[in-house]
């Protein structure tokens, strides 16, 4: 059943991003104030990722598993792999 694939693919790629952002946190807080000095627009920026985030995470919740595409999958995966570089970049 490819669905099944799909759908465990993304939940596995969700968890990693969840596990990233747990591992990181402290050190993304430590890096948000000064950058936040630097680009005033960080904390909008931040507040946009997290509605976005959130809005993901109930839309993920009322998927129907039959209808995913692969090519949506993918854009996902490619969501969270920029997000979490964004985020890479920041803590660095």
């Given at each position: 059943m490819p669905e099944a694939k799909v759908y465990d693919d993304l939940k596995q790629v969700l968890q990693e991003?969840?596990?990233f952002l747990d591992?990181?946190?402290q050190?993304?807080?430590d890096a948000i104030g000064p950058l936040k000095?630097?680009?005033p627009q960080t904390g909008e920026a931040l507040s946009a990722l997290s509605g976005l985030l959130g809005s993901l995470t109930d839309k993920i919740s009322g998927i129907d598993v039959g209808s995913i595409a692969e090519?949506?999958?993918q854009d996902i995966v490619t969501l969270l792999n920029d997000?979490?570089?964004t985020?890479?970049?920041i803590n660095s």
């Open positions: 991003f969840k596990d591992t990181n946190k050190s993304i807080r000095s630097i680009v090519t949506i999958k997000v979490t570089q985020l890479q970049f």
